[in-house]
């Protein structure tokens, strides 16, 4: 059963590790600028919020959520 659970263990993190490549070799089909939103909010050791990302941007958080989400559909949409 242990030798099992490991087996488990190493497939799903080969299985992580192959979406994270797929994600990153995704990534670099998006404008310098779409990447720096997505690396400020999810990839970056300290990640940002929405919010404080608008404010560095001089936009409404609003606004940044409708780039972040058109970013997002684009991002998908290379995933496939």
Same mark, same amino acid.
């Given at each position: 059963?242990?030798?099992?659970? &490991? !087996? @488990? $263990?190493? *497939?799903? /993190?080969?299985? *992580?590790? #192959?979406?994270?490549? %797929?994600?990153? &070799?995704? @990534? @670099?089909?998006?404008? +310098? ?10 990839? $970056? #050791?300290? +990640?940002? !919020?929405?919010? =404080?990302? =608008?404010? %560095?941007?001089?936009? $409404? ?5 409708? &780039? ?9 949409? /290379?995933?496939?």
């Amino acid at each position: 059963e242990l030798l099992e659970d &490991r !087996t @488990v $263990s190493i *497939e799903n /993190f080969i299985l *992580e590790q #192959e979406q994270k490549e %797929r994600l990153y &070799r995704a @990534v @670099v089909f998006l404008l +310098p600028k779409e990447q720096e939103i997505l690396w400020a909010l999810y990839f $970056s #050791e300290k +990640p940002m !919020t929405q919010q =404080a990302l =608008a404010e %560095r941007y001089g936009i $409404s958080g609003a606004a940044m959520n409708k &780039r972040l989400k058109k970013i997002l559909e684009k991002l998908f949409k /290379f995933l496939g």
